[in-house]
């Protein structure tokens, strides 16, 4: 059975700050892995998709690696801002078009 | 550009009364259809999913049902509710391939008191 692990549980930093956030698999047999954000009371917005024969995606100030052979991946975030503040989720697609979430990591971004 | 809808955005139910919420998509045909709930303190739990038409799959023992009566609406529904019903129900959509991304939708957050 899969399991998606996030590290850390929750995160506060100052304003500018480079940060990584973690996401672990315990099965690699996957077709994807998603990063999404939520705001509080709100639903999730797709950040970046890396497809299961990619190493990494960027967008803007976010960089997402992938490595399926160890079960991880990383949400690198550049110079971060206080709107960056939210709720981190991590997801892998498995079979059947599933996905399987992690708990996610609260960030919070001071100014 | 591809929407999905919810609603209600909110509601508050006694215990023992039915439930039905409903999803739309627009933009797009034959979308594989998903219904998440978020409890409080808990990550998404991953309950009904629809490759098509008529055809539902549950994940987890329930006192929930889903349907999907078109192409691009997705239906859950329960008879009685209980108070662990209560969470934060949220719709996805994706592409028909393995390797499309999902999109949600904003959200329904039920109180069952």
């Known amino acids: 059975k899969q399991e998606v692990t996030q590290i850390p549980a929750a995160l506060s930093v100052p304003e500018g700050e480079n940060l990584v956030l973690n996401c672990s698999f315990t099965?690699?047999?996957?077709?994807?892995l998603q990063w999404f954000r939520q705001d509080p009371g709100k639903g999730l917005t797709s950040l970046l998709l890396?497809?299961?024969?990619?190493r990494e995606q960027t967008s803007g100030r976010l960089n997402a690696s992938l490595d399926k052979s160890s079960g991880r991946s990383t949400l690198y975030i550049a110079a971060s801002q206080p709107g960056d503040s939210a709720t981190y989720l991590c997801?892998?697609?498995?079979?059947?078009?599933?996905?399987?979430f992690g708990a996610g990591t609260i960030l919070r971004v001071k100014s | 550009s591809q929407t999905i809808h919810q609603w209600p955005a909110t509601l508050v139910q006694p215990v023992g009364s039915p439930l039905s919420l409903e999803c739309t998509v627009e933009?797009?045909?034959?979308?594989?259809l998903y219904w998440y709930r978020q409890a409080a303190g808990r990550g998404l739990q991953l309950l009904f999913y629809?490759?098509?038409?008529?055809?539902i799959s549950s994940e987890v023992p329930q006192n929930l049902s889903a349907s999907r009566p078109q192409d691009r609406q997705f239906i859950l529904s329960s008879k009685k509710l209980l108070l662990s019903d209560s969470g934060f129900y949220l719709c996805?959509?994706?592409?028909?391939?393995?390797?499309?991304?999902?999109?949600f939708g904003p959200g329904t957050r039920l109180t069952v008191t």
């Open positions: 099965d690699s047999a996957i077709y994807n």
């Open positions: 890396i497809q299961s024969s990619q």
């Open positions: 997801a892998v697609r498995v079979y059947g078009n599933k996905l399987v």
């Open positions: 933009g797009t045909s034959n979308p594989n």
């Open positions: 996805a959509w994706s592409g028909g391939l393995a390797g499309g991304e999902q999109y």
């Open positions: 629809s490759v098509g038409i008529g055809q």
